[in-house]
């Protein structure tokens, strides 16, 4: 049966025996943490790099037991119905993504012309340490990790609850690979979750994200105060297409993923806040509140206070638990609430890379499943392993980190750069001295989220790499 790609609609979930069938080919062929997050506490991810016969490493890539759409349906239905009766709810267990890069489908006998035809997908080919890449992102391939250098074929990502059982499973399929001389791993990154979402600048991440399945986006009207002025959910066409290497007619789908390891500088970015601060003045309801100038002044570069209050909504966070474990109000445009950007700056993060301003669809919204690395309060490295799927790479995340965060001229002269992620021509950017009044504070911002590595992916249908 044909699926709708274009409509924007929620996907009945097949587990819970909501759809009729139709989709169930397509979550059985399609892997897991595409349309809905893993939301696993641990992580490892293994960049490879094949060195066995084409056949030998075809044989493993057979066998890997990938968690698909629907086994990841089935394990929150049961989640779920746990939760209900009172017994100890399971933890969904491990789960496992396996995702190849251009040269990766070339080592393996398929021409990645096929999936990089279309103009948008072009840089897949080409992959990120390509002198266009590079360019389009601003990266400086002097500041990659050593790893990173190298040629990578296929990452394999392994997530689970229990940090234990991870190891084991990462360890064992570390050794077969390298035991029979099938592939390398020469980077592993270790992903963990912080306490309540947090990022590692200390405020709450993966909220605005779109949403695909039925239920999730029951959910996020009921959690994030409804959907009537921001829309979460995308059409399928947004995060899917249709994977080239099998038969046409079968429902077997795959998505672009991109792959960032971006260092956090916390000390750098908490030290610059405090400098900032100091030029700011607080509203009355602010000091009233307790909110302090170094939180409004994080809320400007982020968008967002450190518990998810988006500044477009509030001068002051809603604090409602100490844990911050509140839901966070995501139905809201600039459009409706800050047209000057006298609340929110035009350059805070989350209004360069989702300017909420073009409608009920956003042609350019990835889909992000970022998590954290390294511990916080310590002086170790860390920051976030950034990962992203979409169905066209320049018109989605390159289009975001070039066009608009890395553009000092978005979405209007003078604006700067995105003070996370933007690295670009260093412009002072101008702030709002106080939430919502005319004066600005003319203050430049950035420069502290380093790239240390990264590649275009393609997650493969589980249909194609059973027959690999
Ligand atoms: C939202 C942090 C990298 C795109 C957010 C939020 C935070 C955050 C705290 C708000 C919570 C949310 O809405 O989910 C960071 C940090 C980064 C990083 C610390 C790097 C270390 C990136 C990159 C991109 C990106 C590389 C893409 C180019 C987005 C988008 C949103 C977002 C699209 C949602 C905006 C919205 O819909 O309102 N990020 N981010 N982020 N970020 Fe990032």
Redesign the pocket.
């Known amino acids: 049966m044909a699926i709708d790609l274009k409509t924007p609609h929620g996907v009945p979930n097949e587990a819970e025996g909501s759809g009729n069938g139709k989709y169930t080919k397509l979550f059985e062929n399609l892997q897991g943490n595409i349309l809905k997050g893993f939301a696993r506490k641990y992580m490892r991810l293994l960049f490879l790099n094949f060195e066995g016969e084409e056949q030998e490493v075809k044989q493993w890539i057979k066998g890997l037991k990938l968690t698909s759409t629907m086994d990841q349906l089935y394990a929150s239905k049961y989640r779920k119905l746990s939760i209900k009766k009172g017994v100890k709810p399971h933890d969904g267990g491990l789960v496992m993504n396996f995702f190849l890069s251009a040269k990766g489908y070339e080592e393996l006998g398929f021409d990645p012309k096929k999936l990089g035809r279309k103009q948008g997908n072009k840089i897949f080919q080409e992959g990120m340490n390509s002198k266009r890449s590079l360019k389009w992102l601003g990266d400086s391939p002097t500041k990659f990790e050593k790893g990173y250098k190298e040629e990578i074929h296929a990452l394999l990502l392994l997530a689970d609850d229990d940090e234990q059982e991870l190891i084991k499973k990462t360890e064992g399929i570390k050794s077969f690979l390298e035991g029979n001389g099938i592939a390398m791993v020469f980077v592993e990154e270790k992903g963990a979750a912080l306490d309540n979402q947090k990022?590692?600048?200390g405020?709450?991440?993966?909220?605005?994200?779109p949403r695909f399945i039925s239920q999730d986006i029951e959910k996020e009207i009921v959690e994030r105060t409804g959907a009537d002025q921001w829309n979460p959910i995308l059409p399928l066409k947004k995060i899917l297409i249709k994977d080239p290497f099998t038969d046409r007619n079968d429902d077997n789908y795959g998505s672009f993923l991109v792959y960032?390891k971006?260092e956090?500088d916390v000390e750098g970015f908490d030290n610059k806040i405090a400098e900032l601060a100091k030029e700011l003045v607080l509203t009355k309801a602010q000091k009233m509140k307790g909110v302090t100038a170094e939180e409004y002044a994080g809320a400007l570069a982020?968008?967002?206070f450190k518990d998810?209050t988006?500044l477009a909504l509030s001068d002051t966070y809603e604090n409602k638990m100490p844990n911050g474990d509140v839901p966070?109000p995501?139905n809201f445009t600039y459009e409706n609430t800050d047209r000057k950007g006298r609340k929110c700056p035009f350059h805070a993060?989350?209004?360069k890379?989702?300017p909420?301003g073009q409608g009920l669809i956003p042609k350019r919204?990835?889909t992000?499943r970022?998590i954290p690395y390294g511990k916080p309060n310590d002086s170790n490295k860390k920051?976030?392993l950034?990962m992203?799927f979409q169905s066209n790479l320049r018109a989605q995340?390159v289009f975001?980190?070039k066009a608009w965060?890395n553009n000092p001229a978005f979405p209007r002269p003078k604006t700067g750069i995105d003070p996370?992620?933007g690295a670009g021509k260093k412009v002072e950017q101008q702030w709002p001295k106080t939430y919502n009044s005319k004066d600005k504070v003319d203050f430049y911002f950035g420069d502290f989220?380093t790239m240390r590595g990264g590649e275009y992916f393609f997650a493969p249908s589980i249909g194609f790499l059973n027959k690999i």
């Open positions: 990022e590692h600048f405020y709450k991440d993966g909220i605005s994200n960032r971006l956090q982020v968008g967002r998810g988006p966070s995501n993060h989350i209004r890379t989702n909420r919204f990835i992000r970022a920051g976030l950034f992203c995340f975001l980190q965060a996370v992620i989220v």
